[in-house]
């Protein structure tokens, strides 16, 4: 199965940007459907973004739809997730995940994801 580590994370100011990467090892990404998720303090997991195999459909929540980009590139078995116009409720730890499949899934789930990697701190300050 495959191996997901994340980076990228750090502290930045509110109005700044962030790209975050997760690395994929074990198997290629290009059967996957991959998401990025992202948990605060006392808070649960949240859905953030997530892209299909090919990167031809992506999904966004709604806190985050024009700020923040997900892509990826199969032949660096990488996802990205670009940040930008952060700000302090941003803060979380964020975590990529996958699920093997190049048909539909419920991408805001994150019980459909199978593989998930040990996430990477993101604090915005104000």
């Known amino acids: 199965q495959v191996q997901l580590v994340e980076s990228g994370g750090g502290l930045v100011q509110a109005g700044g940007s962030l790209r975050l990467s997760c690395a994929a090892s074990?198997?290629?990404?290009?059967?996957?459907?991959m998401g990025w998720f992202r948990q605060a303090p006392g808070k649960e997991r949240e859905f953030v973004t997530a892209?299909?195999?090919?990167?031809?459909?992506?999904y966004y929540a709604d806190s985050v739809k024009g700020r923040f980009t997900i892509s990826r590139d199969n032949a660096k078995n990488t996802v990205y997730l670009q940040m930008d116009s952060l700000q302090p409720d941003d803060t979380a730890v964020y975590y990529c995940a996958a699920t093997l499949t190049r048909s539909r899934w419920d991408w805001r789930d994150r019980n459909e994801y199978r593989q998930w990697g040990q996430g990477t701190q993101v604090t915005v300050s104000s």
């Open positions: 892209i299909n195999w090919s990167g031809g459909s992506t």
């Open positions: 074990g198997r290629t990404l290009s059967s996957y459907a």
